[in-house]
């Protein structure tokens, strides 16, 4: 067997120039996102989906399972479809009732733990679940839409494509929760499992899933079938507040580990001198794709629709450089990046993301580094000498802003006693600030900085004195081996947006659309072009910012 040959790589770029706030506010889906990940699986596996149970009035109420199998395990969804009174319709966590509720349930539930599942999984935070129970999920209809299909099916018609555009999606999900909450089961349980191990498999199998659920829910309240290129284009929308924004913070070898994949994609591809034809041919089709899906991105946020109109105008003129002969010229794609340098951030992380597309065979298997199986492995710091360097080296940014000026230590984080959600609060206006988590990292970096001595000793001595600046010094030893593993800003200055976390998050499950309502939440679609249940074998791998004539 021949030895074997790494691909080319250039140099990574900086994680001074990527781990910045608003950097990682502009990501958007690549073919190392999580959902793009199990599709290919999926499809691998010739996985098929059956519905097993469907056990629905007239109106769309009741229950419905659906069953899956691959990797030597099977799966199944519960989902339960209860009416929902106006007035208690809301995305917000405080909510008590929803239009939908879901179970993935660890192999095929009978019908005693069917009859479980309907009684416990609309009360989601209220019940108590069990280790058969790997992920609980709850949704809300977009009304206008759900029931505008409904009516043109009714009417022997298929809904307007215009709003099916506009809106995306047929249900939104309030929260997807994994990982034991509640009470369902550990990540542990399966995270060994073959199409499973990657970062929130589970998960993303589950809004996969209940995407199919949505269709054959309006299909049958409608009595009549959606044309499926109309279908293909109804994903799941997703609420999603603060609550998710610590996770890259508390996560940090897991969020080294996503930003290193993606950065070693564009290396590898960077790295290419010669573009063949069928490449060229192929990036500069996605290119006109990615300015169409950028056409049908609209929301109704004046500055952030205003953003994406000058993301639309500036990549329309930059694209229109990609052409054939200018792609045919050795090392044609560091120009790209390096004449998008000029350019505004969104149109970079933009760009990034198209020129992974044609090369599978140089990204996809990076998507099995993007796991965190082991835990953190920290290189030991030989004294307060070398702390004290790798604070200059990594952290240099975390030095320069003031702390005691109010503008830079404003916000605090903390965890809501009623609903136990991570919460943003006013340092001078609200209560509470003695229960803050410990998300201020840079603030503690600094004050470790400044109480080092003079003189070298060794960092458990040092911390005998100073124990306060554990976590600290934790977080200085984690970056010597895991470099992307910060985000370089200070996250309780007033300048801290936390949306820029949240796309970032949201980007890496294969999100777009991003609709924010605030600097503190949004909404987003998931699954849009994505393969229906029946399309694995022919297009599990082509929906990259998805529009309707791809």
């Given at each position: 067997?021949?030895?074997?040959?790494?691909?080319?790589?250039?140099?990574?770029?900086?994680?001074?120039?990527?781990?910045?706030?608003?950097?990682?506010?502009?990501?958007?889906?690549?073919?190392?996102?999580?959902?793009?990940?199990?599709?290919?699986?999926?499809?691998?596996?010739?996985?098929?989906?059956?519905?097993?149970?469907?056990?629905?009035?007239?109106?769309?109420?009741?229950?419905?399972?659906?069953?899956?199998?691959?990797?030597?395990?099977?799966?199944?969804?519960?989902?339960?479809?209860?009416?929902?009174?106006?007035?208690?319709?809301?995305?917000?966590?405080?909510?008590?009732?929803?239009?939908?509720?879901?179970?993935?349930?660890?192999?095929?539930?009978?019908?005693?733990?069917?009859?479980?599942?309907?009684?416990?999984?609309?009360?989601?935070?209220?019940?108590?679940?069990?280790?058969?129970?790997?992920?609980?999920?709850?949704?809300?209809?977009?009304?206008?839409?759900?029931?505008?299909?409904?009516?043109?099916?009714?009417?022997?018609?298929?809904?307007?494509?215009?709003?099916?555009?506009?809106?995306?999606?047929?249900?939104?999900?309030?929260?997807?929760?994994?990982?034991?909450?509640?009470?369902?089961?550990?990540?542990?349980?399966?995270?060994?499992?073959?199409?499973?191990?990657?970062?929130?498999?589970?998960?993303?199998?589950?809004?996969?899933?209940?995407?199919?659920?949505?269709?054959?829910?309006?299909?049958?309240?409608?009595?009549?079938?959606?044309?499926?290129?109309?279908?293909?284009?109804?994903?799941?929308?997703?609420?999603?507040?603060?609550?998710?924004?610590?996770?890259?913070?508390?996560?940090?070898?897991?969020?080294?580990?996503?930003?290193?994949?993606?950065?070693?994609?564009?290396?590898?591809?960077?790295?290419?001198?010669?573009?063949?034809?069928?490449?060229?041919?192929?990036?500069?089709?996605?290119?006109?794709?990615?300015?169409?899906?950028?056409?049908?991105?609209?929301?109704?946020?004046?500055?952030?629709?205003?953003?994406?109109?000058?993301?639309?105008?500036?990549?329309?003129?930059?694209?229109?450089?990609?052409?054939?002969?200018?792609?045919?010229?050795?090392?044609?794609?560091?120009?790209?990046?390096?004449?998008?340098?000029?350019?505004?951030?969104?149109?970079?992380?933009?760009?990034?993301?198209?020129?992974?597309?044609?090369?599978?065979?140089?990204?996809?298997?990076?998507?099995?580094?993007?796991?965190?199986?082991?835990?953190?492995?920290?290189?030991?710091?030989?004294?307060?000498?070398?702390?004290?360097?790798?604070?200059?080296?990594?952290?240099?940014?975390?030095?320069?802003?003031?702390y005691a000026d109010d503008a830079q230590c404003k916000q605090f984080w903390y965890v809501s006693a009623a609903?136990?959600?991570?919460?943003?609060?006013?340092?001078?206006?609200?209560?509470?600030?003695?229960?803050?988590?410990?998300?201020?990292?840079?603030?503690?970096?600094?004050?470790?900085?400044?109480?080092?001595?003079?003189?070298?000793?060794?960092?458990?001595?040092?911390?005998?004195?100073?124990?306060?600046?554990?976590?600290?010094?934790?977080?200085?030893?984690?970056?010597?081996?895991?470099?992307?593993?910060?985000?370089?800003?200070?996250?309780?200055?007033?300048?801290?947006?936390?949306?820029?976390?949240?796309?970032?998050?949201?980007?890496?499950?294969?999100?777009?659309?991003?609709?924010?309502?605030?600097?503190?939440?949004?909404?987003?679609?998931?699954?849009?072009?994505?393969?229906?249940?029946?399309?694995?074998?022919?297009?599990?791998?082509?929906?990259?910012?998805?529009?309707?004539?791809?």
């Amino acid at each position: 067997m021949k030895d074997y040959v790494p691909p080319p790589e250039a140099p990574l770029r900086a994680p001074a120039q990527v781990m910045r706030l608003s950097r990682m506010g502009s990501m958007f889906p690549t073919r190392l996102s999580f959902l793009r990940t199990l599709m290919r699986f999926l499809a691998a596996e010739k996985a098929q989906v059956s519905r097993l149970v469907w056990a629905m009035c007239a109106r769309g109420y009741g229950h419905a399972v659906y069953s899956i199998s691959f990797g030597g395990h099977t799966y199944a969804l519960v989902a339960v479809s209860t009416e929902l009174a106006p007035q208690d319709r809301t995305d917000r966590v405080i909510a008590e009732a929803w239009d939908s509720s879901y179970v993935l349930y660890d192999g095929v539930p009978d019908a005693d733990e069917v009859a479980r599942i309907c009684a416990t999984a609309p009360l989601q935070e209220a019940a108590r679940f069990t280790e058969r129970d790997l992920v609980l999920s709850r949704a809300n209809k977009s009304v206008r839409l759900f029931q505008h299909v409904v009516e043109r099916l009714r009417a022997g018609q298929q809904p307007d494509r215009r709003m099916v555009d506009e809106i995306g999606y047929l249900m939104r999900t309030t929260a997807v929760y994994g990982n034991g909450k509640f009470g369902i089961a550990d990540r542990a349980c399966i995270d060994t499992r073959p199409g499973l191990q990657g970062p929130f498999m589970a998960e993303m199998l589950t809004v996969w899933l209940i995407r199919q659920f949505t269709h054959d829910l309006v299909e049958h309240v409608g009595q009549g079938r959606l044309d499926r290129d109309l279908k293909r284009h109804l994903g799941i929308g997703n609420s999603t507040g603060l609550g998710m924004a610590p996770f890259l913070v508390t996560h940090p070898v897991l969020l080294n580990n996503w930003m290193l994949a993606r950065e070693t994609a564009l290396a590898r591809v960077r790295a290419l001198r010669h573009l063949e034809p069928e490449r060229a041919t192929r990036l500069i089709a996605l290119a006109g794709r990615a300015g169409r899906h950028l056409a049908e991105w609209r929301v109704p946020d004046a500055a952030h629709q205003a953003r994406i109109d000058r993301l639309r105008a500036d990549w329309a003129a930059f694209a229109a450089a990609m052409t054939a002969e200018a792609l045919a010229k050795d090392g044609a794609l560091a120009r790209l990046v390096q004449a998008s340098a000029a350019q505004s951030e969104d149109l970079q992380e933009l760009l990034v993301a198209l020129m992974l597309e044609p090369f599978p065979e140089l990204v996809n298997g990076l998507a099995d580094c993007m796991a965190d199986p082991v835990g953190p492995l920290p290189d030991p710091l030989a004294d307060t000498g070398q702390l004290r360097e790798e604070i200059a080296r990594s952290f240099d940014w975390a030095l320069v802003p003031d702390y005691a000026d109010d503008a830079q230590c404003k916000q605090f984080w903390y965890v809501s006693a009623a609903k136990q959600e991570p919460r943003l609060g006013n340092r001078f206006a609200d209560s509470g600030a003695e229960l803050e988590s410990p998300l201020d990292i840079a603030r503690r970096i600094k004050a470790l900085f400044l109480d080092l001595p003079e003189w070298s000793e060794a960092v458990p001595a040092f911390l005998e004195r100073y124990p306060d600046h554990l976590l600290a010094v934790q977080r200085v030893a984690l970056t010597t081996r895991y470099p992307y593993a910060e985000i370089r800003d200070n996250l309780i200055g007033a300048g801290c947006r936390p949306i820029d976390m949240l796309r970032c998050k949201l980007a890496f499950f294969g999100a777009s659309k991003f609709d924010p309502k605030s600097d503190r939440w949004t909404r987003i679609t998931l699954c849009q072009g994505a393969p229906l249940a029946d399309e694995l074998d022919r297009r599990a791998d082509d929906w990259w910012l998805p529009v309707f004539d791809a």
